[in-house]
């Protein structure tokens, strides 16, 4: 989804290495000498990427003055993607093989003998290269990149591993740096290492704030979805979100992040939540309010966690929605306060666009600071305690509430 226009989706990167620190023009040369050129003949061996100045994927005009924001840097990348689909492949086979069946001479056994096999593939793959050659079968789409050299942060919806890696590797290529990811786990490394508190993060394990399911083992929930595959420490996002959830039920969502900002939260319109413990499955909530939902409470109860959830944040000028995603530290379907006056011309539009976008980006990760203050403080201990008893609070006194009208809910089991 594109930063100049609609919703919004990104993640975070970090930029390391010895990248440019100053928006100059070096910065507009090094991407328009690595412009998209799609191959125009021949098949090209993986996804090919290269920069284009950002408002479309055969945008070529770049030009600082059209590209840099306060700082910021609006560019795009187009990736373009062969995908053969395998049934024209098993057709294209199929005919080839039936070409030579029915040339057989009466008598010779019915069944292909292997290299007639291998010859009608061989043919099949020249078909179809033939006509990847000729355009088709061929997807192109454009990865908008808002970057700050001076920061070292990157955003960018490449929130897969196949759109992220095209972009990493097109990163290094141009500018010698490289793009890592920051999910939760990291951008809280990254938060925290400055403080001193690098023992502190290492040593941190998953909270246990709810109760174990009666199958599940030991004191503290594993975390699937964090200790088997992501970063280790990414469990701090559900705890964040957790957090929130806890300070907007019992102190209207009012933070003060650093600097005296004040900032209210308030989660809103879907919560997903998981077994910490991997045994009871996953809980999906949509609708107005479900954090207030008895369901909600007696899933927090029995140990589920949330893992995505929609939210609200203002802070007090400006007002936000969107959805994120803790443990990925992941935003989608952000929707930009609209402006008093119109913007009189293009360019303002889209720096008004991108100054809501990044002040956004700002709060968020002050609230995530906030929360790693209080979640790696000396008083994170007593703090635990009244989670856990509003949790079961919670569950006790919405236990027999009625659930709103125009609800929607899903529950998924446990895989075996």
Not at 65 to 78: L, P, S, Y
Not at 197 to 224: I, N, T, W
Not at 396 to 409: C, D, F, H, N
Request: with cysteine; hydrophobic share 40%; proline share 7%.
């Amino acid at each position: 989804m594109p930063f100049l226009n609609g919703t919004v989706t990104y993640a975070r990167f970090a930029v390391t290495g010895d990248s440019p620190e100053l928006l100059d023009q070096s910065i507009i040369d090094a991407m328009a000498a690595n412009a998209a050129r799609p191959t125009p003949i021949g098949v090209p061996t993986g996804p090919e990427a290269g920069w284009t100045a950002g408002r479309h994927i055969l945008d070529q005009t770049f030009e600082f003055n059209t590209m840099c924001f306060d700082g910021w840097v609006h560019a795009g990348m187009r990736l373009d993607i062969v995908r053969v689909p395998p049934e024209v492949r098993r057709a294209y086979i199929a005919v080839a093989e039936a070409a030579r069946s029915s040339a057989l001479e009466p008598g010779q056994p019915g069944w292909l003998s292997r290299s007639a096999k291998k010859e009608a593939r061989e043919e099949a793959r020249e078909q179809w290269e033939r006509e990847v050659a000729d355009g088709r079968y061929r997807s192109s789409k454009l990865v908008p990149v808002l970057w700050n050299p001076a920061q070292r942060i990157l955003l960018s919806p490449a929130t897969t591993d196949s759109v992220a890696a095209p972009l990493r590797d097109l990163f290094t290529a141009t500018f010698g740096a490289r793009l890592e990811l920051r999910s939760a786990g990291s951008q809280a490394l990254d938060l925290l290492a400055p403080r001193g508190l690098m023992s502190s993060f290492e040593d941190a394990r998953p909270d246990a704030l709810g109760q174990k399911p009666p199958a599940g083992d030991g004191g503290a929930p594993e975390v699937p979805w964090s200790s088997g595959g992501g970063e280790s420490k990414d469990f701090l996002g559900n705890t964040f979100l957790l957090w929130l959830w806890w300070r907007g039920d019992t102190g209207e969502g009012l933070i003060d992040l650093a600097g005296g900002t004040g900032v209210s939260v308030a989660l809103d319109r879907s919560l997903e939540s998981e077994c910490g413990w991997g045994l009871t499955g996953k809980q999906v909530l949509t609708g107005d309010g479900p954090t207030r939902w008895p369901e909600a409470s007696v899933a927090t109860l029995t140990g589920k966690l949330p893992r995505r959830t929609g939210m609200i944040i203002s802070d007090g000028i400006r007002e936000w929605t969107c959805s994120l995603q803790g443990d990925r530290f992941a935003i989608s379907g952000l929707q930009l306060p609209r402006s008093e006056e119109p913007a009189e011309t293009p360019q303002e539009a889209a720096l008004e666009r991108i100054e809501s976008i990044t002040s956004f980006d700002e709060v968020l990760v002050g609230l995530y600071s906030t929360f790693l203050d209080a979640r790696f403080g000396s008083g994170w201990s007593a703090m635990r305690g009244q989670i856990a008893d509003w949790i079961s609070r919670s569950s006790k006194g919405r236990s027999s509430a009625p659930v709103p009208a125009r609800t929607e809910l899903e529950s998924v089991p446990a895989r075996p």
